[in-house]
């Protein structure tokens, strides 16, 4: 995570600017990795710091937290957060826990397991909330994949040519399933993009919240369902739904911060962090007036082949001036 | 496979132009993917083929087969060969077993066990025989390889800056790894190379010879080990090995084919098959000249962490005008 200061400055200032909140507690980092999160959260006055690391990185925090001087604060464990011991129960849990789209490989199950083990009642989470958005863009991209899924059929038409004149093999039969396949990556494949938010052209909607303090994990593996609207400001296509997420440094209300912080990866003209956003694209295009509404239904549900990616289902319907009524369903893989 | 023509022409011609050795025989096609060796070995005469394919890709192949008319020839088993039960024993078994730098993730264990498993006395492997070939290259890549890694430890340097000054950090107790990883990548890790031929500049030595009818697994998976002579044919450096393979199509001595197929993978001017070349870069390069030998000796071994890696080591020592006498061993990784 270092090299994205949106990041790392984000949890530096969620800490420095939060001393009273830090110090003289104790406070665990889920994840710790090198050992940075450990080491602001001492900077700022914590008594002692649980550093618990899954991988080898450990050896390396070891070393980082030496090189601070801070190894009489920060103890860094080596172990997974199921199964390690910890001494004391804490009344901070830090952690950089988000995947893409918030979720995808995320390690949040992996804290809410440590929030419910090892933090005291009243205890605060950094951050502590977290949201998810999704906005209708205009993309170049997906005029540009639709057009590389059409080459990739022009190759494919080409490649059954040359095994029938060169070796008297027929492929058509795998016609259909060569276009699926194809269409499958080119079209229902989120992508990272680092959208520029001139190409936001209606009004994002925040269509899911979590207090992380009080989110189970039961609540965190069901399939996330939600229905909001989002207000079209351009007239014009809009050829994709662009997500991303933001997370919010509140403490609790029994150690609550003394300024918030909030780490947001909205679309910015400076550029993305390194979560990007992702983005859903259209095609064709839906054509849209400035005022339309567009009524939507989302849905993000773990794939049952592997748990750390997702499958979205997007329902929208434009509710407006532009081609009203019509109901379009679109289902997305985040890889 | 398919859309390597090189290959598949080879496969093809190893059956179409041996129809004497296919005709009335049984066939078993280990790992047929889209089934297109077992079909030639059809149109070459075969009387029965079993093809068999582990993964979903089975499905695909039993359609082709039909599509071809040739479901009374070809049966498609889905299974792994280790456990596969076919009837009846085979005369010949085809395969495109190879891997990268010939054994990096390659099926021949999985050939050898069905050799000794299903093939008749006499019975024939298509291919027969494969060698593999080291030769000494002039190429850009290697000073490109190695600005990169300035690049990345100037990236590094800043990057330390940057942590001291926003975060009050200090990350020079881990310059040091990071400086390993990064030698580790650009260094000593060998690169897929499509080589022209005017970039070599001594002669290629065929450091291995495999007949397949009688390796034994042991063989396969025990260290490979050889000592050879490459002699530079021009002035001036050498900066890389480059490894490649051929497989050779003779049959067996008791049913040797009519025409010998040959499928090389050497730098080649219409360009590289999908296995390319693997190059092993020599950074500071190697001053050579005219007429010098480079005394070898090669060490390839599978990886204790991942048996379908390879770690690959290379001796030499010039024995000529230039700077003679000194040895230089160099570690390389097949990623």
Same mark, same amino acid.
């Given at each position: 995570m270092?090299?994205?200061?949106?990041r790392?400055?984000?949890y530096?200032?969620?800490?420095?600017?939060?001393?009273?909140? @830090?110090?003289?507690?104790?406070?665990l980092d889920v994840g710790t990795g090198?050992?940075?999160l450990?080491?602001?959260?001492?900077?700022?006055?914590?008594?002692?710091?649980?550093a618990v690391e899954a991988t080898?990185m450990?050896?390396?925090?070891?070393? *980082?937290?030496?090189?601070?001087? *801070?190894?009489?604060?920060?103890?860094?464990?080596?172990g997974v957060i199921e199964?390690v011991?910890?001494? !004391?129960?804490?009344?901070?849990i830090i952690s950089e826990w988000m995947g893409y789209f918030l979720l995808r490989e995320s390690m949040l199950d992996s804290v809410l397991v440590a929030r419910d083990?090892?933090?005291?009642?009243?205890?605060?989470l950094y951050p502590?909330?977290a949201?998810?958005?999704?906005?209708?863009?205009?993309?170049?991209?997906?005029?540009?994949?639709?057009?590389?899924?059409?080459?990739?059929?022009?190759?494919?038409?080409?490649?059954? !040519?040359?095994?029938?004149?060169?070796?008297?093999?027929?492929?058509?039969?795998?016609?259909?399933? $060569?276009?699926?396949?194809?269409?499958? $990556?080119?079209?229902?494949?989120?992508?990272?993009?680092?959208?520029?938010?001139?190409?936001?052209?209606?009004?994002?909607?925040?269509?899911?919240?979590y207090?992380l303090?009080?989110v189970?994990l039961?609540?965190l593996k069901?399939?996330?369902?939600?229905? @909001?609207?989002?207000?079209?400001?351009?007239?014009?296509?809009?050829?994709?739904?662009?997500?991303?997420f933001?997370t919010? @440094?509140?403490?609790?209300?029994?150690?609550?911060?003394?300024?918030?912080?909030?780490?947001?990866?909205?679309?910015?003209?400076?550029?993305?962090?390194?979560w990007?956003?992702?983005?859903?694209?259209?095609?064709?295009?839906?054509?849209?007036? !400035?005022?339309?509404?567009?009524?939507?239904?989302?849905?993000?549900?773990r794939?049952?082949?592997?748990q750390r990616?997702?499958?979205?289902?997007?329902?929208?319907?434009?509710?407006?001036?532009?081609?009203?009524?019509?109901?379009?369903?679109?289902? @997305?893989?985040?890889?």
């Open positions: 270092l090299e994205d200061h949106k790392t400055g984000a530096y200032n969620a800490c420095m600017q939060n001393r009273a909140a @830090f110090s003289g507690k104790v406070v090198s050992g940075i450990a080491i602001f959260a001492a900077k700022a006055g914590a008594k002692k710091v649980y080898d450990a050896k390396s925090a070891k070393r *980082l937290v030496a090189a601070q001087g *801070l190894e009489g604060t920060i103890e860094v464990i080596q199964t011991e910890i001494p !004391e129960k804490v009344d901070i083990k090892f933090l005291k009642p009243g205890g605060a502590s909330h949201r998810m958005f999704l906005a209708p863009i205009r993309s170049n991209q997906c005029r540009q994949r639709h057009h590389d899924f059409q080459n990739s059929m022009e190759g494919w038409a080409e490649f059954c !040519e040359d095994m029938k004149q060169y070796y008297g093999v027929t492929l058509e039969c795998l016609s259909e399933d $060569y276009r699926k396949e194809q269409m499958d $990556y080119f079209s229902y494949t989120a992508a990272w993009t680092d959208v520029h938010p001139s190409q936001v052209v209606g009004s994002a909607a925040c269509f899911k919240s207090d303090a009080t189970t039961e609540e069901a399939p996330l369902k939600a229905t @909001f609207n989002m207000t079209v400001l351009e007239d014009g296509p809009v050829d994709a739904f662009c997500g991303w933001d919010q @440094f509140k403490g609790s209300p029994q150690n609550p911060v003394t300024t918030e912080v909030t780490l947001t990866t909205a679309p910015d003209p400076t550029g993305a962090t390194h990007g956003q992702q983005s859903f694209f259209l095609h064709p295009p839906v054509e849209c007036a !400035e005022g339309d509404v567009l009524a939507c239904e989302i849905e993000v549900v794939r049952k082949d592997n990616l997702m499958d979205v289902m997007v329902k929208h319907r434009i509710e407006g001036k532009a081609a009203p009524g019509k109901e379009r369903v679109s289902c @997305f893989h985040i890889e």
